[in-house]
């Protein structure tokens, strides 16, 4: 069974850059599912990316903004990796209540080595690092950071170890990229992008349910197994039989694939949340940093009186008079 709850119909599907918020009750398990289409075709777009690095920086952007619907503030998520992989760094950031923006920088000459050699899986581009997950809740507060080791896990696994270190939550992320090649009305090909992902957490009333074994220190551990919660261990089984179409099927979409999954428990979703490709640069801001630079530093960026700064998330250039940033 599938239920709708505060004025959303049961036939009324959120479609694609909508994420759709659950409930199972039966289960204790709360959680966010979407499908991302003219969205994240729009961000990688404009970049123009290789297609190794168009997926990992999909990945990303689905991880962050299931992770950033979730924020009960005016905020922003920030997803960041830093590595030695021939994707040096990806960002993604979510801005409450509904923009998102990511690009990724990388060596091209490690790229082809790496592709030479089939080595393209987000995980393998990332290499080893840190995975970055920061909560800005504006000037005035204090920003949270949890960092995670890239250790050559899945963004998958990573996610779900940032749970249980930083929020001591049990968690379970799915997430899928799909490319697709069809033709428009007109017949002509097009290349098109898709992504998918569900977030499902463990929140019982009594916290002691919520306890999980440590991760394991190496050989000799022999510290005491902690059981799983079999509603979370039943939970967890569901969500990991999701096949990587499911999540990127437009004709699945995320009310018919959390019917799949729960429906012998009954899921009840909620009204769906719009996500749009919306740069949070402008020129004022832009302004505010190049004033905060030095004079040194401001004369090294002109050219021709000129100050040109590009925004490396929605490529919009940006052009000062050198008076106009002169340091106060």
């Not at 909508?18 to 289960?27: A, K, N, R, S, Y």
């Not at 890239?150 to 779900?160: K, R």
């Not at 009305?185 to 306890?211: C, I, N, S």
Request: with cysteine; hydrophobic share 40%; proline share 5%.
């Amino acid at each position: 069974m599938v239920e709708a709850v505060q004025g959303l119909g049961q036939f009324d599907y959120a479609g694609d850059d909508h994420v759709v918020p659950f409930q199972v009750e039966g289960l204790d398990v709360r959680g966010r599912a979407v499908q991302l289409g003219p969205m994240l075709d729009a961000i990688l777009e404009r970049h123009n990316y290789p297609l190794p690095v168009a997926r990992l920086v999909a990945e990303t952007v689905v991880l962050t903004v299931l992770l950033g619907t979730s924020l009960k503030f005016e905020g922003k998520l920030i997803v960041q990796t830093q590595s030695n992989g021939p994707v040096d760094l990806v960002v993604a950031d979510f801005s409450t209540p509904d923009r998102v923006r990511a690009y990724a920088r990388f060596n091209e000459e490690a790229l082809a080595i790496a592709e030479e050699q089939g080595l393209t899986e987000p995980q393998q581009l990332l290499g080893e690092g840190i995975l970055a997950f920061t909560i800005d809740q504006g000037a005035d507060m204090q920003r949270y950071q949890g960092i995670v080791p890239l250790d050559g896990a899945t963004l998958e696994e990573i996610a779900g170890v940032y749970f249980r270190q930083s929020e001591q939550i049990p968690t379970k992320v799915r997430l899928s990229v799909a490319e697709l090649l069809d033709r428009d009305a007109d017949g002509k090909p097009r290349h098109r992008w898709r992504a998918g992902g569900v977030v499902a957490q463990f929140l019982p009333e009594t916290l002691e349910r919520m306890r999980q074994p440590d991760l394991h220190g190496g050989d000799g551990d022999d510290r005491d197994l902690v059981e799983v919660d079999d509603l979370w261990g039943e939970a967890k089984v569901m969500v990991e039989t999701i096949a990587a179409d499911e999540l990127t099927d437009p004709m699945v979409g995320p009310e018919r694939l959390l019917y799949r999954l729960f429906h012998e428990r009954g899921v009840r979703v909620y009204p769906p949340q719009a996500v749009y490709d919306r740069c949070t640069c402008s020129r004022d801001k832009i302004r505010d940093v190049l004033a905060s630079l030095s004079q040194d530093d401001i004369d090294h960026t002109v050219v021709d009186g000129v100050v040109t700064v590009n925004c490396e998330f929605c490529s919009t250039s940006y052009a000062f008079e050198a008076t106009e940033v002169r340091p106060q």
